[in-house]
């Protein structure tokens, strides 16, 4: 391909998946699917079905490089090496079941120190605290050191940063069922400010409440499933139900008797 994306700051219209292999080098039984801006796709599949290695191969931009054989693509285009190499040009970010910080910061510190680096106004700190606040029932203070921040916490401020701050506009999330954070609202912010969103779930109410689905098996890309009508309904009473369960959750959490 003659042409490649190289732009630092470029906002993706499409990603592009080119199937390769799965792990008996068999072809992907999907052999493309583009994700547009402000979409959320889920991959799905049981343990060890290869949804991690496909979502290693967007992060890496892979070029058929890796050991799936696939091919990453961004407007129809090669990505540059140098978005596949320097960290500081990437347009991916991640978020995993597992997040803790190490910086020995205050909240407010690293979210004014990354918007500076960003080139942007340190007064977005506070939006992004707020935002972080709407997504955990554990409030963060501005003040907070970020070692002492739990899961739930961290990632909920990761998701508001992302959302106000970062410029990564393609977001990678695995797993993030049992979070400790409102994980529809976080899918929902992310694409509204429209990030390409590539989640892996086991979670029946993530998976339903994406637009398409990738289903992974031994490795490779079996089938896309798109959401219907009757599974748009099905999440709407799943996601009532959810909201029960956080309610009943909250309640037990805060030392009262279940009505």
Not at 73 to 102: C, T, W, Y
Not at 152 to 162: E, F, K, N, P, T
Not at 166 to 189: F, H, M, T, W, Y
Not at 215 to 220: A, E, I, L, S, T
Request: no cysteine; aromatic share 2%; glycine share 8%.
């Amino acid at each position: 391909m003659s042409q490649a994306i190289m732009e630092q700051n470029i906002k993706p219209l499409t990603l592009t998946i080119q199937g390769g292999v799965d792990k008996d080098g068999h072809p992907d039984a999907v052999s493309e699917i583009e994700i547009a801006r402000g979409e959320i796709i889920g991959i799905v599949g049981p343990t060890g079905s290869g949804k991690s290695t496909l979502i290693a191969d967007i992060e890496q931009f892979a070029f058929g490089d890796t050991p799936s054989g696939r091919r990453i693509l961004i407007n129809s285009l090669e990505p540059a090496g140098e978005l596949r190499s320097d960290p500081r040009k990437k347009l991916v970010a991640q978020l995993s079941q597992n997040m803790h910080f190490l910086a020995d910061m205050s909240v407010e510190e690293f979210l004014r120190m990354h918007a500076k680096s960003r080139g942007k106004d340190p007064g977005l700190a506070d939006k992004v605290v707020a935002l972080a606040n709407t997504l955990t029932g554990e409030p963060v203070n501005p003040a907070f050191q970020l070692t002492i921040l739990s899961g739930g916490q961290s990632r909920a401020l990761m998701v508001a940063d992302i959302a106000v701050i970062s410029d990564s506009p393609i977001v990678l999330i695995d797993e993030i069922e049992n979070a400790g954070i409102k994980k529809q609202e976080a899918l929902r912010l992310l694409s509204g400010e429209g990030k390409i969103v590539v989640v892996v779930t086991h979670d029946p109410m993530l998976a339903l409440m994406a637009s398409r689905r990738i289903v992974m098996k031994n490795g490779g890309m079996t089938k896309v499933i798109s959401t219907n009508e009757d599974e748009q309904r099905v999440f709407r009473d799943v996601e009532r139900l959810d909201g029960w369960l956080t309610s009943l959750r909250e309640t037990i959490r805060q030392g009262e008797v279940v009505a």
